[in-house]
């Protein structure tokens, strides 16, 4: 099975932009979704089929797609959105998640 | 809306089994798959396997041989049973509704989670 790669860290003042990106060599023919996860908290889907958001997630919230990388892009950051971040995607033996991204709100 | 529910004991000593069940309210168990994922404190998420309500299942390679998963459309639960425990099986566990799409899959909604400790 393959690996999906997240950078460990990502640090941003509120209102900038936060990019969080997940590598992996199977991403060009299969979905990424997305998870928010607080502290003490269950995950929350936040993007699905690579750039599509649930109802009820905020529209700074946005995915993209490139190649063998997909990216969560949250847009005016705000404390709120300080979380972990998971990509999630699929490969013939079942589900695979990222290691998680820890998006820090300076 | 769906909301799902773990519930089993927060420790096991090693080599025994450990035993969730997660209960379904606000909607049907039928017609959906259901899965199980776990955390170990301070790490990232692991998916165990999932089951679709009429029993159908799909582990995780590297858990297979110590998971069963099975279903009770009648009480709309499904329960997990993970063998042989280790300090390594100790993780927050979670249940969540797994969505199936062609080839592809997600999770959503997701249940509290309940920390089960392997310890003597």
């Known amino acids: 099975s393959y690996e999906l790669t997240q950078p460990p860290s990502v640090s941003v003042s509120p209102g900038q932009t936060a990019r969080i990106t997940c590598s992996g060599d199977a991403l060009p023919k299969q979905y990424a979704y997305w998870y928010q996860q607080k502290p003490g908290q269950a995950p929350v889907l936040v993007i699905y089929?690579?750039?599509e958001r649930p109802s009820g997630i905020p529209e700074r919230f946005s995915g993209s797609s490139s190649g063998t990388t997909v990216t969560l892009t949250i847009s005016g950051v705000q404390a709120e959105d300080e979380a972990d971040y998971y990509c999630q995607s699929a490969d013939s033996s079942g589900t695979l998640f990222g290691g998680g991204t820890k998006l820090t709100v300076l | 809306q769906v909301q799902l529910q773990e519930s089993g004991p927060g420790l096991v000593k090693p080599s025994e089994t450990l035993s969730l069940t997660c209960t379904v309210s606000?909607?049907?168990?039928?017609?959906?798959?259901w899965s199980w994922i776990r955390q170990p404190p301070g790490k990232g998420l692991e998916w165990i396997g999932y089951?679709?309500?009429?029993?159908?299942?799909n582990y995780n390679p590297s858990l297979k041989s110590r998971v069963t998963i099975s279903v009770d459309t009648s009480k709309n639960q499904f329960s997990l049973k993970l063998s042989s425990v280790t300090a390594a099986d100790t993780a927050v566990y979670y249940c969540?509704?797994?969505?199936?799409?062609?080839?592809?899959?997600?999770?959503?909604?997701w249940g509290q989670g309940t920390l089960v400790t392997v310890s003597s």
């Open positions: 089951i679709y309500y009429s029993g159908s299942t």
């Open positions: 089929k690579d750039s």
């Open positions: 606000g909607g049907s168990i039928s017609s959906y798959y």
């Open positions: 969540a509704r797994e969505r199936i799409a062609a080839a592809d899959n997600w999770f959503d909604p």
